[in-house]
């Protein structure tokens, strides 16, 4: 058993259940208080075995995901000033003197890693919700990229991804062709989530000790939570101090 995390305050999230929620706030203070690595594999694995566990249905999902600043945007959504770039450098100058340097953080299956990590982005289903609770591994705050340390969106959200057309030549093409792509603008900066459903598991043996670490981090999990869910059913009707971050909203 690692060290048990110490939770200054426990946030209500009003989309999830109270256990699933108190789970999600044991996971994110053990990173925040590097207790355990910020690891999306290990994370959405552990997650996934403790929420089926408490008889939800869950499992992690291989994922793509995308994130960049309000200057990389505005390149994205202007074609006539993506085309003056492209053909006269000094333009790109004047624009990071305006608006800063652009900046694009990918994480998807398939690129070039070096070390011993992982070659994509893991999150994790629980029932119609899809949590990602290493989405801060994005932030890039020298560069306006502020993502919330928690991304959590419904299923029903992900869908085609008409916003990608002109940005789609940035984006490993997998990612956009299977139609689960969830796309969006917030105060934190701009995002973009594809589920590889069609990419198998394929980092249980990525290290001699990833499997042990993954059952550790499980049983912490469970260990650590019923603590948190006792002082989150005290503040049931609370407002959720975490977003869903989808933009969505609420179902109708």
């Known amino acids: 058993m690692t060290e048990r995390p110490v939770i200054k305050k426990a946030r209500r999230i009003d989309t999830l259940p109270i256990d699933v929620n108190a789970l999600i706030i044991v996971a994110r203070s053990m990173i925040d208080q590097e207790i355990v690595p910020d690891s999306c594999y290990m994370h959405s694995e552990a997650l996934a075995r403790a929420c089926r566990d408490l008889g939800y249905d869950a499992e992690p999902v291989l994922a793509d995901a995308y994130y960049w600043n309000d200057s990389m945007h505005r390149v994205f959504l202007n074609q006539p000033l993506r085309r003056a770039i492209e053909s006269n450098p000094m333009m790109m100058q004047q624009h990071i003197i305006h608006y800063g340097e652009p900046k694009f953080v990918g994480i998807f299956h398939g690129q070039d890693v070096e070390g011993p990590g992982y070659n994509g982005h893991v999150v994790v289903r629980v029932e119609d919700q899809i949590i990602d609770v290493t989405f801060s591994q994005f932030s890039r705050p020298d560069h306006g990229i502020h993502p919330p340390a928690i991304f959590i969106a419904k299923t029903k959200h992900f869908g085609k991804p008409h916003k990608l057309r002109r940005m789609v030549h940035l ?14 603008s917030t105060e934190t900066g701009h995002f973009c989530v594809c589920l590889r459903p069609d990419r198998k598991v394929d980092y249980l043996d990525l290290r001699p000790d990833t499997r042990a670490n993954i059952h550790s981090l499980h049983q912490d999990l469970l ?5 948190i869910q ?9 407002s959720a101090k975490v977003e869903d971050v989808s933009g969505k909203g609420k179902d109708e």
Do not use: D, F, H, W
């Open 230 to 238: 006792e002082e989150l059913e005290k503040l049931v009707g609370a």
């Open 223 to 227: 260990e650590y939570m019923p603590t």
């Open 171 to 184: 984006i490993e093409g997998c990612s956009v062709r299977r139609n689960q792509v969830l796309t969006n």
